[in-house]
């Protein structure tokens, strides 16, 4: 166990819906990352905050959007849905500013978009 | 723009056979970690190596960080069912971001 949690497990909707993925760091982390992976793929990094502000930000769609809120936790936002959507998202967490920036991997959501 | 190429993409071997997995770049890196993925779960920290020829073991793999730090392997005796699963590895940069590599699946048959 990781430490870090992601809510919900699965998620199956419709193209052109909107859905939220919730993720809570580790105790202590301040930094929270956002990963896409598609069937049978590498990470594809999205979008990182920490201590409440955007960091950096990866190969994240306009349809997407996330923040993270004062007790830590983040919120990914995915919009207009489309079938190229469906993967699995992954959150992670690290304590930041640090050099070797370890990171921590939630469980993952499994979105599925028919 | 840095990038991280792992190689093999894909391996499948015997139970008891050794593998290595590499990770290269041109890019020096602060940091280079290894995680392992399972399917249908979340990457898991195996190792990180922060210095220059560092070596690091963890029971059957040995974890090497080049002398420059650009590259960095991953090796694995007498492998066993139990190691199969995605090898990722990720190099840290200036700004404290990862740069991931495309993955390694390993698949070990008994």
């Known amino acids: 166990d990781s430490g870090v949690t992601q809510t919900p497990k699965h998620l199956i909707t419709a193209t052109g819906q909107r859905v939220t993925l919730r993720c809570s760091p580790r105790?202590?982390?301040?930094?929270v990352y956002w990963y896409q992976q598609s069937l049978d793929q590498g990470l594809q990094f999205l979008i990182q905050?920490?201590?409440?502000?955007?960091?950096a930000k990866g190969n994240i769609l306009e349809r997407f959007s996330a923040q993270q809120f004062p007790d830590l936790h983040s919120e990914l936002n995915l919009s207009s849905l489309e079938l190229g959507d469906s993967a699995l998202y992954f959150c992670?967490?690290?304590?930041?500013?640090?050099?070797?920036?370890?990171?921590?991997f939630g469980p993952g959501t499994r979105l599925t978009v028919l | 723009t840095q990038l991280l190429e792992q190689s093999p993409q894909f391996l499948s071997i015997q139970e008891g056979e050794n593998l290595t997995v590499y990770c290269n770049s041109s890019?020096?890196?602060?940091?280079l970690q290894w995680y392992r993925q399972e399917p249908g779960e979340g990457p898991v920290l195996l190792v990180t190596?922060?210095?220059g020829g560092e070596v690091k073991k963890l029971k059957r793999l040995t974890f090497q960080f080049g002398d420059a730090r650009k590259d960095s392997s991953l090796h694995i005796t007498a492998a066993q069912p139990g190691d199969t699963g995605l090898y990722l590895c990720?190099?840290?940069?200036?700004?404290?971001?990862?740069?991931w590599g495309a993955g390694t699946k390993l698949i070990i048959k008994p």
């Open positions: 992670a967490s690290s304590v930041g500013g640090d050099r070797s920036n370890e990171q921590f």
């Open positions: 105790s202590g982390d301040l930094s």
């Open positions: 990720a190099g840290g940069d200036s700004n404290y971001q990862l740069i």
């Open positions: 905050y920490y201590n409440g502000e955007e960091r």
């Open positions: 190596v922060v210095t």
């Open positions: 890019s020096v890196f602060s940091s």
